[in-house]
Every structure is written in C-alpha cells, then in structure tokens.
C-alpha cells in the first residue's frame, strides 16, 4: 500500500498536482519525489493506534480545504466524514478487506466493519485494485458510486544484486523464495508443512526455502515459525527484511516463488516474481488467478499435500519450471495496466471526475 501511494502520487505530482500525504514516519523528511509530507502522531503501543492517526490526519484534511480526500485503508477511513463535512470529495481504494485478517479480535472486526459501513456511505467513489474487491463493492456501495478497477503496477529496481542468492548462503537455482511477512494470512505455516511431508520423503533431495521478510510486531505466530524453521526437516532460512536490490535478485535466481496466501488483494510480491520470469507456485484464491490465469501453479487454500505436490514438479523439472515463469512474464508484459505510468493515469481520471 505504501509503493502504491508513492508511486501513484509522486507521479501525479510531477504531472503538476499538489498532493499532501499524511503518514506516522516520513524519513525522507517534508518533501520527497514532490510530495509534501507531514507526520501525524498516534496513541504509541495500542492497537489503536491507526484509529488515533486516521482522526488527526482527516482533522488536518478538512482544516487544508483539499479538493479530494483519498483513503487507503479501512483501518483509516471511518473518519472519512470529516474532510466530506468541510467539502472535500473522498475517494476510497480497497486494497484489502481487513477484517479477514486473523490478528483482528472481535471489537477490531466490529471497528473495521463500522468503518467500511461510513466509507461506503461518505465515498464519492471507488477504486478496487482487484476484480474480486470491484465485485464486493458493487454489492455494498449504494448505486450511482464509480467502482473502478486499478490494480497495483510493478517497479523494477534500477540495481539488482545478481548474486544476492551466494550473499545469503544459497545456490542459484537451486532454491524456493517467499517474500511476505510473518504473519497468519500469508500461510506460511501451511508453507512449513508441505515442506515437512516433502522432507519426510526426500530429505535429501528437497529445495531450501528463503523468507525475505518478518512480522512488523512479534507475535504468537511469528515466534512459532522461527521455531519450526530451526528444526525444519528441509533448510529454511529466514533472512528478515532485505535490501530491494536483494529481493528482486532473489526473485530472479529462485527456482520458484511460493504464496500460500488464505486472502490478498493484488500482491506486488507475486507482480513482481511474475516480471522477473519466476515460476509461481499460488494458493488458488482470486487474486492469484486473477495474476496469473493459466502462467503459474494453483492449489487449495491450506492444503500442505497439494503445496508439496506442486513443490515436488518444480524441484523435479526445472525446464518445466523456466517455461512457467517466461510465460507468467510474457503475461505481465502482454498488458500496460500493471505499469505505474498507467495507474497513476488512470486514477488522476477518477481524481479529474470528482
């Protein structure tokens, strides 16, 4: 969501719009890439901290007057109403249905559904960044509202570590590659399984797994997956967050890309192993099939047997494997609506329409 907003907005700002992003860390200080940028604080070590800084930062919207509030998150946009009340227009794009998410408890849910329930009231319209989200908001947006589907683009480094796979302790080629984070939607655990039953059988024959990335928090689930991969029956390796030039030579030299995911939206994880030629291997969940139609490997949500059958083919098969990925790449590139240029195009239109 973050790439999304930078490389959309930084677009548009030098198209000549004047775009403000509010956000709780701005490294790079007030100005970047054209952007003004202002921090808001939030209640620290709460999980309601997202609730405290969506109220600051739409009080701060309505105070500036914008012509367009844009929200990117359920979690942010139940106070929406606020910059609707001092006139500006609000444009809502769902990345996610947050609520889906296994670390919410029954008051976040409640909060999360609240919030949906005033966006898809205040929201003059509505950008999905899948077909499966365009179809939810059709069926609780109230008529008359554009829903436009804009799904995430791909940003190719300008450097890329071609030998990123010898810098971490692994063979190219010779290797799976998840890039997510360390937490329950991702199914990594049922990622840990597959790998388990394939090692019971072949030991010695199985491919070791990388994980670039980890759990922003710490939690019950992040902690146990750091415990099955010290005693995993096949080598994992979790190598945390990693440079970008890492990750994308690491997409490039991996036998193939795995996501186990149980929900998504429009993973960039799996645009950008597609436009590095990776064989994917995906849980068959919408937006996978939305991706990758017939140009990668499907199988059951949560079923570990399935996920190590299709382990097993690309590990066996590599030939097999580079034909998958060159044709998940000629995909991604037969079409320009997951290039950047194209997104931020497309949504200034929505912008303009307001």
Sequence with gaps: MTRHIEEVYARLA???HEATVFTRRAPEGPEYR???????????????DRMSYSALASTRAAAARFDVAHYHSYSNSGWCFVPRAAGAKVLMTVHRLEWQ???????GRAVLRANAWITHRVASAFIAVSREFAD???GVVPRGRPIVRIPNGVTMPDEIDDHAAEHVGLTPDQFLLAVSRLVPEKGLDVLLDALDLIGADDGAGALPLAVAGRARNPTQYSRDLEARAVHARVPVHLLGVQPTDVVHGLYRSARAFVAPSRAEG???TVIEAMAHGACVVASDIPPHRELLGDAGILVPVGDAHALADAV??????PEAAGAIGRRAQARLASTVEYQWDDVAARTAEVLASL
């Design 34 to 48: 054209g952007l003004h940028v202002q921090t808001v604080p939030a209640i620290p070590a709460s999980p309601w």
């Design 14 to 16: 030098a198209n000549g």
């Design 101 to 107: 998410d296994e670390k919410w408890g029954p008051a």
């Design 136 to 138: 939810y908001l059709r």
């Design 312 to 317: 097993r083919r690309v590990t066996a098969d």
């Design 266 to 268: 429009n993973p960039l």
